[in-house]
């Protein structure tokens, strides 16, 4: 059985979630960048790719956040059930 979300409660959680999003896309561009320098210093294609590997993991979150508020915008445009509480 779960209880349903408040909407204090949805508020806090969405706070958490896009803090926990932007620390990790901050995380994966700093990595990204000294990978890139570090491999381009020691000429390693290893650490090069590991660098774009974080580039590409950004990218790909960016997406999904804003996949998501696209999402979230159009189901309260559409007024469908599945829409959350406007925060």
């Known amino acids: 059985m779960t209880a349903a ?4 409660r949805r508020s806090v959680l969405v706070r958490r979630i896009r803090l926990l999003v932007a620390i990790t896309i901050i995380y994966n561009v700093i990595e990204a960048v000294i990978a890139i320098a570090a ?3 020691a ?3 290893a650490l090069i790719g590991f660098g774009l590997d974080s580039v590409i993991e950004v990218r790909s979150a ?3 956040v804003a996949w998501s508020a ?3 915008r159009t189901a309260r ?3 469908s059930p599945w829409s959350p509480p406007a925060s």
Do not use: N, Y
């Open 70 to 72: 696209v999402a979230r």
């Open 5 to 8: 979300l408040t909407s204090d």
């Open 77 to 79: 445009r559409s007024g």
């Open 62 to 64: 960016a997406a999904a």
């Open 43 to 45: 000429s390693s294609i």
């Open 39 to 41: 491999g381009h210093a």
